[in-house]
């Protein structure tokens, strides 16, 4: 399915940077793409251009099942956007515990983006575990685990390569293959940094789909509200995340026919599914 | 403290430091090469030391792998001996963030409203909690 979903098992590792240069690189490869902030921190629209008192979003108001297609906002850089929107801690946990309740608040409107073939969705989703997460990764054609090149973050290799991350017995190896990893921030002045990266990198092989070179172009696109791929297109950083967006659609399953769902099967053994 | 103290002569050998420039310290008053100077112990690195008094089990030291200085300061240049320039305090003056950096404006001019303290729950954010806690504790002491 066309749905790139970005995550990452610690916070603070750019992954919200890279959703937006994703994006924008996805978009100059030709093709059309609607963010989704599934963030309480609601920052995509701050790398796509939006002002920062524009609180308007979809996530929060999910319980009220709002209507995604009125709720894209068309960006300064040009991208579709479903903010998130502006929220504080209390109603983000309340979010959180319905879409615990209910995962169909998000899966039902997700169901209806995925079936426009020609649209990817990029999903920027909170760090660590969260709802948003155990309801894109099932439906998503990758899904990109943003690290930094770090001890901390090498250290959460395992929890990756074993699938804990993603869930574990079958979800977690349903899950595996989709999941593609993603170094940000790779210094190559630090003997640490570059360690670090080519010591994941031979670990995981082809399951690390690139890596973002640290780049202070990268910083002020943020300031500037551009993604990096906009700001500073001939940037080294700029580069780095446009071949890894190549990665991304070549791991992507072609977009299908849509068909209609297949109708539950009558059996014995289970009584209450109903033909 | 200085850097001519013993403890911070052996910190920075052992940091692989050189001509530190921290602020609390003095200006280095003669070339490192005086500093290591055997008729000064004062300044003379720690190794030295060890080699005037060695064990009897181990005669003869090994040579110590030759380990590169960290990569935390680069060594100084022989300029950096000359006297530091003190500067003056920075005046404690607001800077407009610049223009050219549109969400530093933004953020820096966007005055949010405080909050409410009569909001529900925002006087006492944690109450439910709390008070599942105390029906928890009150449960079990039955």
Redo the contacts between chains.
Sequence with gaps: MPLLCLTSPKGGVGKTSLAAGLAYALQRAGRQVLVLDCDPQNAVRLHLGLPIADSAGFFVRLQDRPDWRAGIRQTPAGIALLPYGETDMRGALATAAQLERDPELLAAPLRAMLADPSLIIVADTPPGASGALSVLAPLAGVVLAVLLADAASTALIPDIESGRFLGRGTLGSLLGPKLLVVLNQVDRHSRLSIAAAEGVAAHLGPRLAGAVCRDEQVAEALACQKPIGLHAPSSTAARDVADIAATVLREMPPPSVAAPAPAPLSSPLFPWVRS | MTERDPDIAVLATRLGLRQLNYRTFERPTFPESVAAAPDDPVEAPPAAIMDAEPEPAMPVRPPQPVMPPP?VTAPMPMVAMAPPIVTAPMPMVAMAPPM?????V??LS?RAAPPQANAP?SAQ?FLTLRHVIAETSHQAEY
Excluded: D, T
């Design positions: 990569m050219q950096f549109p969400l530093l933004q953020a966007h729950g954010p």
